[in-house]
């Protein structure tokens, strides 16, 4: 049986109905604007072997209740945008969704972490039709959004290879370069935002 017990299908319908309000406020920008706030997006629930890892690492008890209160990302979002205007656009957007309160909000992109890493992380407190483990009704939820631009996921998905290799012998050399990497990304993440803006402003865009 799964760790989420019977709240499972409540979390997949809570995730379903996040990515299809989001798919939908993508499309409106678009049709609005001929432009799209994001590129693309995935989601996830997270893997019983990896609730319980998590839960194990943090020293909690390994059981349904810990896995929906003790970690606020089993149901996750990741939204990948063009530009770092676009990602706190959708910051900002999901912040006012009705429903979703936020429970705390880590700014990665201006604050990045000493590895590099760059990113922005919303937790929401989701409201749903339905119990939740403290036996509330309606219930209420952790989601994890996090946003970034391309060059962002790029860093991060790479970063995240390399990072399991096992039996490197020059894992200093390859952090640095990492953070290197990181780094000149981050710089031409900022040159593009300057460069649309530039265009939008020429070209009389709001």
């Not at 839960?55 to 063009?82: F, M, N, P």
């Not at 429970?103 to 201006?110: A, L, Q, T």
């Not at 409201?127 to 994890?144: L, M, N, Q, R, S």
Request: charge should be neutral; charged fraction near 25%.
């Amino acid at each position: 049986m799964s760790i989420y017990g019977k709240y499972g299908d409540t979390m997949c319908a809570i995730m379903q109905q996040l990515v299809q309000t989001m798919q939908a406020y993508n499309r409106e920008r678009e049709e609005a604007t001929g432009k799209k706030v994001f590129e693309h997006l995935r989601y996830r629930i997270k893997s019983d072997e990896n609730t319980k890892a998590k839960l194990e690492k943090t020293g909690c008890e390994i059981s349904t209740y810990h896995a929906l209160r003790s970690i606020t990302d089993s149901i996750g979002l990741r939204v990948v945008c063009l530009f770092i205007d676009d990602v706190y656009q959708m910051a900002a957007w999901l912040k006012t969704l009705p429903g979703c309160a936020l429970v705390r909000e880590k700014d990665y992109i201006r604050n990045a972490k000493p590895n590099g890493y760059r990113s922005y992380h919303l937790i929401l407190d989701v409201t749903a039709p339905a119990e939740d483990p403290d036996g509330h009704v309606p219930g209420h939820f952790f989601v994890e959004v996090q946003l970034r631009t391309i060059a962002m996921d790029t860093w991060a998905a790479l970063e995240h290879e390399l990072k399991y290799k096992k039996n490197i012998a020059n894992q200093q050399l390859i952090v640095s370069q990492l953070h290197r990497c990181a780094n000149e990304l981050a710089a031409c993440d900022v040159s593009m935002q300057t460069l649309r803006n530039i265009i939008r402003e020429e070209g009389g865009e709001q």
